[in-house]
């Protein structure tokens, strides 16, 4: 008995599909071509030459996803601005190092490909880049039936900057004294997403109602996470940065650590700024204790500057001029003993 010869579509994967994707997402990658780039896409690797201008560079590299909060943009079908999460968590830690972000690749896998989906994930992808001033030189689309639930779909990708070795943001110069500036965040970024899902489905909101200003609770919620590359390489330009410290999981307490020497703590005072809104609202609906909310949000900070108290004034300056709303949120104190490396007082 002859069997039905199959096919690859058959087993659930369509080419065609991956091929008109692949054309799909060339114009918006065409957007963020920069110096450096040497292959466009659709070949086996990417092509890139680090800029002549360094002498001694030397190659950062960061790596990340989007965590939970896909499950929010599947449930609220808003896949336009995961893609600028997606890069904003790589090129965000790259920078703290002192590195210019110089390329990004994506990694989009599925269960069945939805080309209209997947092209606006990727168009979000390309915006993140111009964002940063990083090409977006490849990545890759995984078909995999069975893999995932309909509808939905992962997401990965990493950046590679470049910083002289003699500029290197290490942390190592940073004293008492020290000031440490605060740059507001654009929401909860891409973190604790898992205890917001939790939150959400015990207060159970309407989230399309107005909630900040303009806003819907769903656009807040999925607002992406804002890029601090242009403004921060503008400052290093002009100033010493002594540390730089992305608020991410683990929140003010454990990512500001992370850039300290053992010897010193940053005090942090909370009053220094407002807590947005929506931060407010997630304690409240969620009863969060303080100590875990510092813990797992940002808390309407996305990023740790610090500077020495003589340069903490034209740093500001600086930041404003680029376009950031700079505040200074607390000092560099002597460490006694054990004690924890950050306090938020």
Same mark, same amino acid.
């Not at 997402?25 to 890139?48: C, M, Y």
């Not at 898992?194 to 015990?202: D, G, T, Y």
């Given at each position: 008995?002859?069997?039905?010869?199959?096919?690859?579509?058959?087993?659930?994967?369509? #080419?065609?599909?991956?091929?008109?994707?692949?054309?799909?997402?060339?114009?918006?990658? /065409?957007?963020?071509?920069?110096? +450096?780039?040497?292959? +466009?896409?659709?070949?086996?690797?990417?092509?890139?030459?680090?800029?002549?201008?360094?002498?001694?560079?030397?190659?950062?590299? @960061?790596?990340?996803?989007?965590?939970?909060?896909?499950?929010?943009?599947?449930?609220?079908?808003?896949?336009?601005?995961?893609?600028?999460?997606?890069?904003?968590?790589?090129?965000?830690?790259?920078?703290?190092?002192?590195?210019?972000?110089?390329?990004? %690749?994506?990694?989009?896998?599925?269960?069945?490909?939805?080309?209209?989906?997947?092209?606006?994930?990727?168009? @979000?992808?390309?915006? +993140?880049?111009?964002?940063?001033?990083?090409?977006?030189?490849?990545?890759?689309?995984?078909?995999?039936? @069975?893999?995932?639930?309909?509808?939905?779909?992962?997401?990965?990708?990493?950046?590679?900057?470049?910083?002289?070795?003699?500029?290197?943001?290490?942390?190592?110069? #940073?004293?008492?004294?020290?000031?440490? %500036?605060?740059?507001?965040?654009?929401?909860?970024?891409?973190? +604790?997403?898992?205890?917001?899902?939790? #939150?959400?489905?015990?207060?159970?909101?309407?989230?399309?109602?107005?909630?900040?200003?303009?806003? =819907?609770?769903?656009?807040?919620?999925?607002?992406?996470?804002?890029?601090?590359? /242009?403004?921060? %390489?503008?400052?290093?330009?002009?100033?010493?940065?002594?540390?730089?410290?992305?608020?991410?999981?683990?929140?003010?307490?454990?990512?500001?650590?992370?850039?300290?020497?053992?010897?010193? /703590?940053?005090?942090?005072?909370?009053?220094?700024?407002?807590?947005? /809104? %929506?931060?407010?609202?997630?304690?409240?609906?969620?009863?969060?204790?303080?100590?875990?909310?510092?813990?797992?949000?940002?808390?309407?900070?996305?990023?740790?500057?610090?500077?020495?108290?003589?340069?903490?004034?034209?740093?500001?300056?600086?930041?404003?001029?680029?376009?950031?709303?700079?505040?200074?949120?607390?000092?560099?104190?002597?460490?006694?003993?054990?004690?924890?490396? =950050? #306090?938020?007082?």
């Amino acid at each position: 008995m002859n069997q039905q010869s199959l096919s690859y579509r058959d087993a659930g994967v369509d #080419i065609s599909a991956g091929d008109e994707l692949v054309e799909r997402i060339k114009p918006f990658a /065409k957007k963020t071509l920069r110096e +450096g780039v040497l292959s +466009g896409l659709g070949g086996f690797g990417a092509l890139f030459e680090v800029p002549k201008r360094y002498r001694e560079p030397v190659l950062v590299s @960061g790596t990340d996803g989007v965590g939970t909060k896909l499950k929010l943009a599947f449930d609220l079908n808003r896949h336009d601005t995961v893609g600028i999460d997606l890069v904003a968590m790589s090129v965000n830690d790259v920078l703290v190092q002192g590195a210019e972000p110089l390329f990004f %690749l994506d990694y989009f896998a599925c269960g069945k490909l939805d080309v209209d989906t997947a092209a606006s994930v990727i168009a @979000g992808v390309a915006k +993140g880049c111009e964002l940063a001033g990083c090409a977006l030189i490849g990545g890759e689309t995984a078909e995999m039936p @069975g893999m995932y639930p309909e509808g939905e779909y992962d997401l990965a990708g990493f950046a590679v900057g470049a910083v002289e070795k003699s500029k290197i943001i290490t942390g190592q110069s #940073i004293v008492p004294g020290d000031v440490v %500036l605060g740059l507001p965040s654009s929401g909860a970024h891409s973190n +604790g997403y898992s205890l917001v899902r939790r #939150i959400l489905a015990r207060a159970n909101p309407a989230l399309d109602a107005i909630f900040d200003g303009s806003r =819907t609770l769903a656009e807040a919620i999925m607002e992406p996470t804002r890029i601090y590359v /242009k403004p921060m %390489l503008a400052l290093m330009a002009e100033l010493e940065v002594k540390g730089m410290a992305h608020i991410t999981g683990g929140g003010l307490t454990e990512n500001i650590p992370r850039v300290l020497p053992e010897t010193v /703590k940053a005090v942090v005072e909370q009053s220094a700024w407002q807590r947005p /809104k %929506l931060f407010q609202w997630l304690q409240r609906e969620g009863n969060v204790a303080e100590s875990e909310m510092h813990r797992v949000f940002n808390c309407g900070i996305g990023m740790v500057v610090i500077v020495a108290r003589e340069n903490a004034a034209r740093a500001i300056q600086l930041l404003q001029a680029a376009g950031e709303a700079p505040v200074e949120i607390g000092r560099i104190e002597p460490r006694n003993g054990d004690e924890a490396q =950050t #306090i938020v007082v």
